[in-house]
């Protein structure tokens, strides 16, 4: 499952749009307080996170930082979005794009990196 981590709705909406064309059925979060309840809560198992790296509440690098707390019997990676130039720091990040998106380079990702809904490789238990 592909989880897309954004404050902006018109953000979130682009994306998850590009990946539902693809044939993904991604979850989105408003922002990392929300997306680290959803992760723990085991009603998101992401094998792939778009994450904005400034948001109001609970900014990227504090949900990459509570992220790695807890986080993760099966490799999560993280792509940023970030609009900033302000580095993000975790063993997670695989790349940063910067706003503008790119959106052929969000469906590479998804395709190299993101679980299908119902696919074998969805499995996933986070550590507690």
Known sequence: MILIVD?????????KRVLNKEGFMPAVAANGEDAIDMIKNGSVQPSLIFLDSKMDIMDGQEFLDKLES?????PVKVVVMSGSDRPL??????????KP?????IKYYANQHGTRKGSESETWRGKE
């Open 70 to 74: 807890f986080c993760c019997e099966r």
């Open 101 to 105: 998106l790119d959106l052929a380079l």
């Open 89 to 98: 720091s975790s063993r997670l990040i695989i790349d940063a794009m910067s």
């Open 7 to 15: 404050d902006s709705e018109d953000i979130r909406e682009l994306v």
